[in-house]
């Protein structure tokens, strides 16, 4: 699940180059064992089925080539499952994987200068890298990782341009980059490639080999911040389907809504997340979040639509759960204008 490689932002969960010879024989890149291997990894990562992605990505097969795949996934899963629960167990794991893989792809770099599949390995270690030094408030570091993933990716893609893999990296830390240097676009040194990069996205999603999906969801977060709320809301609905057991795009297909302004269809949305997560709180920050967003979308429904109503029965489930002191602290404001305090 490759929809964490961003630039620093937790929302983006990044020159199209010109004139390069693609090789039609690299197409079918990963043998078909790996191919159906980590297609089987991906679906119990996005249906949030983390002990069975755990054993999945432990049984890979042994391979020179391939064989950092292992540390890939298990880093993907680890951020994955970090994010969903809300915690940092877990972070010495991923920082492992992620050394593991960063290593195997220097060793392969040092074999062979020009293998497209190292750089692939090196940007992603990068970018995963950065995005949590990110999430965690290290945004000096998560800079200077963003620009080194990019630097990776920007080597691995004018080596072969026909391994859309790896534009699905190049193509999210483009569009983020642009994003987050706005203001200095005119220069020289930092082209608006917003246009590029999701030309680079559309490649992926349409002609990678295991990477559609993270390409799909790392288009949905940039239709949002587009104010392409539609097409957002239509990939949610395709991945909902083929990953129902997850709330990955449940929250996505939340975002959207909200941000369009259709606060019934949000409202919706967050009751499901609500219903799921009641049926086992976990640490209970999750349960908070969705409780905030419906409270706003109740607010701004009013009272002529059971908005109170709803949020009444919300408030006495909350009541009834153990929520640490932790949490309380860290959603300490949301946790007072859910309870109506």
């Not at 877990?90 to 750089?119: C, H, I, K, P, T």
């Not at 029965?313 to 009834?320: L, Q």
Request: proline share 3%; charged share 25%.
């Amino acid at each position: 699940m490759m929809a964490g490689v961003i630039f620093v932002s937790r929302i983006v969960l990044a020159t199209v180059i010109i004139g390069l010879m693609a090789d039609p024989a690299a197409a079918d890149r990963f043998p078909d064992s790996f191919e159906n291997h980590l297609n089987l990894i991906n679906e119990q990562i996005y249906n949030e089925q983390f002990d069975a992605a755990e054993e999945l990505i432990d049984s890979l097969p042994e391979h020179p080539l391939f064989g950092p795949l292992r540390f890939l996934f298990r880093a993907a899963l680890l951020q994955t499952k970090m994010k969903t629960l809300e915690t940092d167990l877990g972070e010495e794991d991923f920082f492992e994987a992620l050394d593991s893989l960063e290593n195997r792809a220097r060793s392969l770099l040092a074999n062979d200068s020009d293998s497209v599949l190292a750089y692939y390995y090196l940007g992603h270690s990068l970018a995963f890298r950065a995005l949590y030094k990110g999430l965690t408030g290290h945004t000096w570091a998560a800079v200077k990782g963003g620009l080194a993933a990019g630097k990776a990716y920007s080597r691995g893609y004018a080596i072969d341009s026909s391994f859309h893999d790896i534009a699905l990296g190049l193509g999210s830390y483009r569009y983020w980059k642009s994003v987050k240097t706005r203001l200095v676009n005119w220069t020289p040194l930092f082209k608006n490639e917003k246009k590029n990069g999701i030309e680079l996205l559309l490649k992926a999603v349409d002609s990678s080999e295991i990477s559609r999906d993270a390409a799909r969801t790392s288009l949905i977060m940039i239709y949002i911040n587009e104010k392409r709320f539609a097409e957002a809301i239509r990939i949610c609905e395709d991945m909902k389907s083929k990953y129902p057991k997850g709330l990955t795009f449940l929250w996505a297909e939340g975002e959207a809504f909200f941000k369009l302004g259709d606060f019934h269809s949000a409202a919706r949305v967050y009751e499901n997340i609500l219903e799921r997560l009641f049926v086992d709180p976990g640490n209970c920050f999750n349960i908070i979040e969705a409780a905030w967003f419906l409270n706003c979308c109740c607010k701004k429904i009013g009272k002529d639509n059971n908005g109170l109503e709803r949020m009444a029965g919300v408030r006495k489930r909350i009541e009834s759960l153990s929520i640490s002191p932790e949490i309380k602290k860290r959603q300490k404001k949301r946790l007072k204008e859910v309870m109506g305090r």
